[in-house]
């Protein structure tokens, strides 16, 4: 019974190693992931402001045609002046010429803006461009870091695996059966250490006649309480 007691502490403490082995792993892989995003949102960021740039390039150009366009038209009615022969008709055409002029000063007015929203765009590519190639350019290397250190955890992981698995092979497979599910139940934590009559997996006070059936050391008992099997030990070992 002594010797099943102890192949059961020695298969928890493999399981918590293996348990601690995975969270550190799972760490490094989300930092690993997060490595990936986070160039991945550069990049994305970047496309962003660069296509904004091309959008205020095109607005631009567009406001630039029509300049010309009110450019040509209040030419042509300057010449059709010459060919009027009515005061009335003059007037008409000289309010049209006005009210183009006008039109003109406006589309000038719009262009200036673009040309500094252009400016400041330019400069967020640039910032976010500069970004992107840092952020890229060491991804790599951090990367094979992580990845390093994962395989690294991975082959750990692997020997305490078959670590585990040799050691279950040599209990009775109802033994294994039980205190897997015990494991799954109390949070990892199969076993509890019963000391001075008390059950140190839940801190219940443990009732007196199986407290001293536990230094018989004949069957495996559990606590009333927390059903965790216990393992006496008494003062600290
Ligand atoms: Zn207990």
Do not use: W
Not at 32 to 61: F, P, W, Y
Not at 69 to 89: D, F, G, H, V, W
Request: charged share 30%.
């Amino acid at each position: 019974m002594k010797k099943k007691l102890e192949m059961l502490e020695e298969l928890q403490e493999v399981d918590q190693l293996i348990d601690s082995l995975k969270l550190s792993q799972d760490a490094l892989k989300n930092e690993l992931n997060d490595i990936a995003r986070s160039v991945n949102d550069a990049g994305e960021e970047l496309s962003l402001v660069k296509a904004r740039l091309v959008q205020l390039e095109q607005e631009k150009t567009e406001l630039e045609a029509l300049h010309s366009a009110e450019l040509e038209n209040i030419q042509r009615s300057e010449a059709n002046m010459k060919e009027i022969k009515t005061n009335k008709e003059f007037q008409a055409v000289g309010r049209e010429i006005t009210a183009a002029r006008k039109q003109v000063a406006d589309i000038e007015e719009q262009v200036l803006q673009k040309i500094t929203q252009i400016e400041e765009v330019s400069a967020e590519v640039a910032a976010k461009s500069a970004l992107f190639d840092e952020l890229s350019g060491n991804s790599a290397g951090r990367s094979e870091e992580k990845q390093a250190e994962i395989n690294k955890i991975q082959q750990d992981l692997d020997a305490d695996v078959a670590r585990r698995e040799a050691l279950a092979k040599g209990m009775p497979a109802n033994l294994v059966k039980r205190f897997s599910a015990l494991r799954d139940q109390r949070r990892g934590q199969a076993l509890a250490i019963a000391r001075d009559g008390y059950c140190m997996g839940c801190n219940m006070q443990l009732p007196p006649q199986l407290y001293n059936n536990l230094f018989k050391f004949e069957e495996l008992l559990t606590c009333p309480h927390c059903q965790r099997i216990l393992i006496l030990k008494q003062q600290s070992l």
